[in-house]
């Protein structure tokens, strides 16, 4: 295995002065038979990349490789470990300065787990084994503190489980919900407490119930919220304890459709107080059709202007995916993407991953910007499951206030950009007022400055390589991310194959996964 660790000279451009520099960049070699990597920020501490290398090894199993990297792309460790050939990965999490990866011994609902943590400064590695007798239909893990929290369905009802690292079993935890009803948010908070936002409904109809524990268990707080009768909520997020208040943001549209309208808000006040609630449709928005052709833009508008005009709405359609809501002191800060997924009839064979695309889970999970996937389905009401894979238009940025008041919006367009599972493109930094974003469109890092909703700076410039003579051959396209490291640093990942026909005669070609880092200066 051939490693490249080096410092490249910074080159770019803009429609402006240039403020963006790639000073790193990190290679490790990969064969055309190696799966591919999954590549983790741990903010300040660093990187963390790892796979299944598709070794095995007797009385040690399947063979994992595992690399720590500090900020400046330089490797901490570089480790290999065995996991029992009767595990899959499940999911994973990097938190508390550990890589969690968590394992379940087979697909059926009422399966036993098996855990490795690995820390990200010294590669010290424990393992758990996790006795499980519920017949838990995964959807989501979180880990609050040192406690993973397993969510999901028993018989259709949502429950939820909890597991101590060191201990041997899952435990329920204790609350009543509803049957037939969704769990369409786990969070886990900064305050050893967690979020569970669940969609319900009764002789009344749909409504939200939101519930936050304590790292025991305990409801510390719980709030149902009644939507209008008309919408439907597609997805949900919300925040921790803000001004006595939680945040709840997500999409809505009609019901029986797989396509948003709109963005909602729910401030949840304690009990007493009324809970507030906003709906946004996407024709609200100054920039939601930025990313169109200015004559379509401009037809729909005008359609906009005109129902306004006889005291009707606009109501437009679109997919959209809900990156992440947080509060940034001035309100609520929401982020999200429009997207299309293209269903196509592929043939399956044993050497793709199980929704057909090799080696890449179908759908994502994300919660609280952390770093856990899950290979499983994120969202059963958005219907994506057969999707084979997803073409973007667009990202937005919405800011509200303390109440959930629209105060300004923006939007970067996406072009030529499709990825084999539901994941977001564009990423998001927020320092003082200014609000970075940027991603990755084949070899060129595209990247906006926004202030208070102003545009400030809109550039691009190509991916620099580790030498002059270097030359990218190919992009593997729908394997690479673009993800905020910390404070105004962000790094790029993907696969290509570059030849030096200079300074690497012998073997001018090399196939390799590559880590830059981008700097806003």
């Known amino acids: 295995m051939k490693y490249f660790i080096s410092i490249v000279l910074p080159f770019c451009f803009a429609l402006s002065l240039a403020q963006v520099s790639q000073s790193g960049r990190y290679e490790m070699e990969k064969k055309n038979t190696d799966n591919y990597f999954t590549v983790l920020s741990a903010g300040k501490e660093g990187a963390i990349i790892?796979?299944?290398?598709?070794?095995?090894?007797?009385?040690?199993?399947?063979?994992?490789?595992?690399?720590?990297?500090?900020?400046?792309?330089?490797?901490?460790?570089?480790?290999?470990?065995?996991?029992?050939?009767?595990?899959?990965?499940?999911?994973?999490?990097?938190?508390?300065?550990?890589?969690?990866?968590?394992?379940?011994?087979?697909?059926?609902?009422?399966?036993?787990?098996?855990?490795?943590?690995?820390?990200?400064?010294?590669?010290?590695?424990?393992?758990?084994?996790?006795?499980?007798e519920v017949e838990l239909e995964l959807r989501h893990i979180i880990l609050v503190n040192e406690k993973l929290i397993f969510g999901g369905y028993v018989r259709y009802s949502p429950t939820l489980l909890s597991y101590t690292l060191g201990d041997d079993k899952l435990e329920v935890i204790p609350g009543f919900f509803k049957d037939k009803s969704d769990i369409l948010d786990l969070r886990a908070n900064d305050n050893r407490t967690f979020n569970a936002v669940t969609q319900e409904k009764d002789y009344q109809g749909y409504f939200l119930r939101l519930r936050t524990y304590s790292v025991l268990g305990d409801i510390l707080f719980e709030r149902e919220v009644r939507m209008p009768e008309d919408n439907r909520v597609m997805s949900a997020k919300s925040t921790g304890l803000e001004g006595g208040n939680i945040g709840i943001v997500g999409a809505y549209g009609l019901t029986n459709s797989n396509y948003a309208q709109g963005i909602y808000s729910v401030i949840a006040k304690p009990q007493g107080q009324d809970n507030v609630i906003n709906e946004y449709p996407f024709s609200d928005f100054e920039h939601f059709f930025d990313y169109m052709k200015p004559s379509r833009a401009g037809k729909i508008k005008e359609k906009v202007k005109k129902r306004s005009e006889l005291g009707k709405d606009f109501k437009y359609s679109s997919r959209i995916l809900l990156n992440e809501v947080s509060w940034n002191g001035a309100g609520y800060l929401i982020s999200a993407e429009v997207y299309r997924p293209t269903f196509e009839q592929v043939?399956?064979?044993?050497?793709?991953?199980?929704?057909?695309?090799?080696?890449?889970?179908?759908?994502?999970?994300?919660?609280?910007?952390?770093?856990?996937?899950?290979?499983?389905?994120?969202?059963?009401?958005?219907?994506?499951?057969?999707?084979?894979?997803?073409?973007?238009?667009?990202?937005?940025?919405?800011?509200?206030?303390?109440?959930?008041?629209?105060?300004?919006?923006?939007?970067?367009?996406?072009?030529?950009?499709?990825?084999?599972?539901?994941?977001?493109?564009?990423?998001?930094?927020?320092?003082?007022?200014?609000?970075?974003?940027?991603?990755?469109?084949?070899?060129?890092?595209?990247?906006?400055?926004?202030?208070?909703?102003?545009?400030?700076?809109?550039?691009?410039?190509?991916?620099?390589?580790?030498?002059?003579?270097?030359?990218?051959?190919?992009?593997?396209?729908?394997?690479?991310?673009?993800?905020?490291?910390?404070?105004?640093?962000?790094?790029?990942?993907?696969?290509?194959?570059?030849?030096?026909?200079?300074?690497?005669?012998?073997?001018?070609?090399?196939?390799?996964?590559?880590?830059?880092?981008?700097?806003?200066?």
């Open 50 to 132: 790892f796979r299944d290398i598709d070794d095995f090894r007797k009385g040690e199993g399947n063979i994992w490789k595992i690399v720590s990297l500090d900020t400046d792309l330089n490797e901490r460790w570089d480790k290999e470990i065995g996991i029992d050939v009767k595990y899959t990965i499940t999911a994973y999490e990097l938190k508390n300065d550990h890589l969690y990866l968590i394992f379940r011994k087979s697909e059926f609902a009422k399966s036993d787990y098996y855990v490795v943590q690995v820390g990200i400064f010294d590669g010290e590695v424990e393992r758990y084994d996790i006795s499980n």
């Open 347 to 521: 043939s399956r064979n044993p050497y793709t991953g199980f929704y057909g695309n090799p080696f890449y889970p179908n759908t994502s999970f994300y919660s609280n910007r952390s770093n856990t996937r899950y290979i499983k389905e994120s969202n059963q009401l958005a219907n994506n499951r057969e999707a084979n894979s997803f073409e973007y238009y667009e990202s937005v940025v919405i800011q509200l206030d303390e109440q959930g008041r629209l105060q300004w919006d923006n939007s970067f367009a996406i072009e030529d950009t499709e990825t084999l599972s539901l994941e977001r493109v564009v990423d998001i930094g927020q320092v003082g007022e200014q609000i970075k974003m940027m991603y990755l469109q084949e070899e060129k890092i595209k990247y906006k400055i926004i202030n208070k909703g102003d545009t400030v700076m809109l550039g691009e410039q190509e991916i620099a390589l580790q030498d002059e003579y270097d030359e990218i051959k190919h992009t593997y396209t729908g394997m690479n991310g673009t993800i905020h490291w910390y404070d105004n640093v962000f790094f790029i990942w993907g696969y290509h194959r570059v030849e030096n026909k200079v300074n690497y005669s012998d073997e001018p070609r090399r196939n390799v996964l590559y880590i830059n880092k981008v700097t806003f200066d």
